[in-house]
């Protein structure tokens, strides 16, 4: 039988989600995935904001040792909620043989649609970095060579920045914000219904323009204007 680590984490030592609820979410997933948990790892009144505790720093030594063939958690805001330090797990994670397993199945590196969203990505990831530079400088290109910029009115769609040109108005690519709309159309290519991108995006704690909680509506609209 492979072998995990179950890792827990509360916000507060009042605990938001128990231990002993993320404990029993962790135990059905591990009886589901035919998986021995070894030990618990955890971090109680913990932000999740970096990944500076201890305990986080532990499962990431195990990850890198490839100690157990995965790790366990109840939600993915147990791991983190910053979308930078997900990355970086997910850049761990394709280097080792151990997997990372959420309970409410928004991250599963050992089934094929979660490998397969991996893999997007690090293609997304490898793609943003080339042309980060070409992207910004064709943007702002295009908005000089307009004749007569539109004014804009209202509030700025999410990917975008609004810039003065001239006096005018208009917007430039927001590299973070693009980088999250690729990142829907491909969770949205590999069958992740909108309602899915929308609870993985309020889990990380993406803001929206108006910082509101992420729809299935608003990620419907972002994924066909950006299709």
Same mark, same amino acid.
């Given at each position: 039988m492979k072998t995990a680590i179950e890792?827990?984490?509360?916000s507060t030592l009042k605990q938001d989600i128990s231990p002993d609820v993320q404990q029993k979410k962790n135990e059905a997933m591990a009886v589901l995935k035919d998986l021995e948990i070894v030990d618990v790892i955890q971090d109680l009144g913990c932000s999740a904001k970096d990944l500076e505790r201890p305990g986080i720093q532990r499962v990431i030594g195990?990850?890198?040792n490839s100690e157990v063939? &995965? *790790? /366990?958690?109840a939600k993915l805001d147990r791991l983190t909620r910053n979308?930078?330090?997900l990355y970086y797990l997910m850049d761990l994670v394709k280097e080792s043989k151990t997997d990372l397993i959420s309970a409410d199945g928004t991250l599963d590196t050992s089934s094929a649609m979660g490998? &397969? *969203? /991996?893999g997007f990505r690090g293609v997304i990831s490898q793609w943003e970095r080339e042309t980060i530079g070409e992207r910004t400088r064709e943007a702002l290109q295009v908005k000089l060579n307009k004749p007569q910029p539109e004014k804009l009115g209202g509030r700025r769609p999410f990917g975008y920045d609004v810039i003065e040109i001239g006096g005018v108005k208009t917007l430039n690519g927001n590299h973070f914000e693009q980088r999250m709309i690729d990142e829907m159309c491909a969770l949205r290519a590999v069958g992740n219904s909108y309602t899915d991108i929308a609870k993985m995006m309020n889990d990380l704690q993406v803001a929206t323009v108006t910082g509101a909680d992420w729809t299935s509506s608003t990620i419907s609209a972002i994924i066909k204007r950006n299709s």
């Open positions: 890792y827990q984490r509360t195990i990850i890198q063939d &995965a *790790i /366990l958690v979308v930078r330090d490998r &397969a *969203i /991996l």
